[in-house]
């Protein structure tokens, strides 16, 4: 009996052939998965900031003593006149979320006091927080914010804040009036 030790020239061959047919395949697949997993990371970033967006602006709205102003037409605007939810270190500030006209971009203005628009001697941070902005809608009624935020081709973000009361409007006090006594008679 002879005893092989190798393999024939036949088999190498076989064997060479079946692996150039897997392994463009495996690549392929390899290349899918590599795709795939970039897509997801940038939704998963893309998801992270719209979070961490619509969470600041929750805070915002809880944490403000419930002095907001709302305007609606050629720039939607949600402004708290004194919110706790300061990303500056600020004890108390002024925070106005706007949706500009050009790239319908959603930004966050916070400062100390100021007025909008804002004056270029005005310390503000403005700081961008989305983009392609198609809603940005938000209604008080009662104790409850409604906050309705939507980007182009997403799905709207919806949130309500409750507890959330209007200050009372302080009363002027009128000056007292001196009645003049008559005499008796």
């Known amino acids: 009996m002879q005893r092989r030790d190798g393999f024939t020239l036949i ?3 076989i064997s060479i052939a079946l692996l150039g047919l897997i392994l463009p395949a495996l690549y392929k697949s ?3 998965l590599r795709d795939s997993n970039a897509h997801l990371f940038e939704y998963l970033q893309k998801s992270k900031k719209e979070t961490r967006a619509t969470q600041t602006l929750y805070l915002d709205i809880a944490s403000s003593d419930g002095n907001l102003t709302l305007t609606n037409g050629e720039f939607d605007r949600l402004c708290m006149e004194q919110t706790k939810n300061s990303l500056y270190g600020l004890s108390k500030a002024k925070v106005c979320w706007v949706v500009l006209k050009n790239g319908h971009t959603l930004v966050r203005i916070e400062g100390g006091s100021y007025r909008l ?6 310390r503000v941070e403005v700081d961008s927080v989305m983009k392609d902005i198609e809603l940005f809608d938000v209604y008080w009624e009662k104790d409850k914010v409604l906050v309705l935020l939507q980007q182009k081709a997403e799905e709207p973000v919806t949130f309500m804040v409750q507890g959330i009361t209007k200050p009372k409007p302080k009363k002027k ?12 008679a």
Not at 117 to 122: N, S
């Open 30 to 32: 390899v290349d899918l």
């Open 117 to 122: 628009p804002v004056g270029i001697d005005e």
């Open 11 to 13: 088999e190498v061959l």
């Open 173 to 184: 006090k009128l000056p007292e009036k001196t009645l003049k006594k008559e005499p008796e």
